[in-house]
């Protein structure tokens, strides 16, 4: 089976830095996602790892290993529009999957002033 | 912009009675995805399509089914609803290394 961990809730305060972690275990590895979600609202794609390293867009960075099965999401310089949910996903390399994305529960991060 | 629209956004239905969601693309995607989203559990697939009459299942298929007659129109069927399909049901599609998701439907099984 798949597995993908991630916390559920975190809390943060404006202007602090917040790391979400995520750690993994498939039968297949393609890629790593992370998305963000307001509340009642669609998933929308916020980074993107296939190789080690730290990926950076903005006040938003991601970092993956793949011999770690681990990544995590770092928000920098927080606003009270972050307060989200922050959805770690891998994307299998297995055929049988196609290229499906198989999604952690989500961590809800709270940004308070 | 992907261009995917959802149909309808919100939904109530009786327990018992068939439910057809429907997600339209409008660029030609090969591939598109079919996921419900509840508390606790996150986005789990159900079905999936990599081209016309092409469709296989996903994690959680059972009471579900799928087709795909035209490459912009993925729709979903739940042949008799039960209360456990309440939910919300995401449309995706997938472009390169991106994946782009629909607005939702708000599923309610009464």
């Known amino acids: 089976g798949q597995n993908i961990d991630q916390p559920t809730e975190m809390t943060a305060t404006e202007g602090a830095i917040v790391q979400i972690n995520c750690t993994y275990q498939?039968?297949?590895?393609?890629?790593l996602f992370w998305y963000q979600q307001h509340a009642g609202e669609a998933p929308t794609f916020l980074s993107y790892?296939?190789?080690?390293g730290l990926e950076e867009k903005g006040r938003f960075s991601s970092f993956l290993s793949r011999s770690k099965g681990y990544s995590y999401l770092l928000l920098k310089e927080l606003q009270m529009k972050d307060s989200a949910s922050y959805l770690c996903?891998?994307?299998?390399?297995?055929?049988?999957?196609?290229?499906?994305?198989?999604f952690g529960k989500g961590t809800t991060l709270s940004v308070s002033s | 912009d992907a261009g995917i629209t959802q149909s309808p956004r919100h939904k109530v239905t009786e327990t018992g009675t068939p439910v057809t969601l429907r997600c339209h693309q409008t660029e030609n995607h090969r591939y598109m995805y079919w996921y419900r989203q509840d508390p606790g559990h996150g986005l789990r697939l159900i079905h999936y399509s990599y081209g016309v009459k092409d469709t296989d299942k996903g994690e959680v298929s059972d009471g579900y089914s799928v087709s795909r007659s035209k490459t912009e129109d993925f729709l979903l069927t739940l042949e008799s609803a039960t209360s456990s399909q309440t939910s919300v049901y995401f449309c995706?599609?997938?472009?390169?290394?991106?994946?782009?998701f629909g607005s939702g439907t708000r599923l309610t099984v009464v």
């Open positions: 996903a891998v994307r299998l390399r297995s055929n049988q999957a196609g290229t499906a994305l198989i």
């Open positions: 995706a599609i997938s472009e390169g290394s991106g994946y782009t």
């Open positions: 790892n296939v190789l080690d």
């Open positions: 498939t039968s297949g590895f393609n890629g």
